[in-house]
């Protein structure tokens, strides 16, 4: 080498070793070739899409249609010391044992059978569910409700009656009464279950102080009621339940007020 020449620097060449060349990625072939002579644990798997591994939801079945019936029941209001001061005045309530174990006061009532009319009802479930008479002077007004029992769908309506008491002994003796009981006019809203029969029992006190003022011609004209013609369902049948074996009655508890 000549004194004119001068020697060219020498080039290292750098470490290359964990860097990726620049370019398309390697083949899968290749990819999996490089990645079985990883450990296990340096193999991060690639996360999955949102919603990629989600189990198909099965398709809905379509619900099936619930028959609907309609049933219509009537029941009373028995007062006695309706013609007194209304701090004398008593109503007969029955009261049933609910599915939670809670006792629900409310009015006795009954389905209209063939052949009754409302009024016939109203007088006859009184007698049944209480023991005691009583005579209609005035409706009160009509509750409707829904409710599903048995795989139907029922809409039930009820009229009750306001009701003057003519004799009798208080008898829990119907198998879908758990008691009865003679409560004062003024309690009726804090002992009635049902926000509905609490109106009632408040339109009763109105017509109540009509008639003590103006006598029985003051009082509404009842509505017609033609006696039923054709049987209707019952959503739960009197007397279904059977005595246990020690001889006490079962408890029964309607649907609704």
Known sequence: MSDGEQAKPRRRRGRRRGRRAAGPPAPAAEQSAANADQPAAELTPTPAKPGQNRPQRPPRRAQERLRTVHETSAGGLVIDGIDGPKESQVAALIGRIDRRGRMLWSLPKGHIEMGETAEQTAIREVAEETGIQGSVLAALGSIDYWFVTEGRRVHKTVHHYLMRFLGGELS??????????????????ARLAYADERRLAEVAGELIEKLQSDGPAALPPLPHSSPRRRPQTHSHTRNRRQEDSSGRRANGCGNGP
């Open 172 to 189: 829990d003796d119907d198998v879908e009464v758990t008691e009865v009981a003679w409560v004062p006019i003024g309690d009726l809203p």
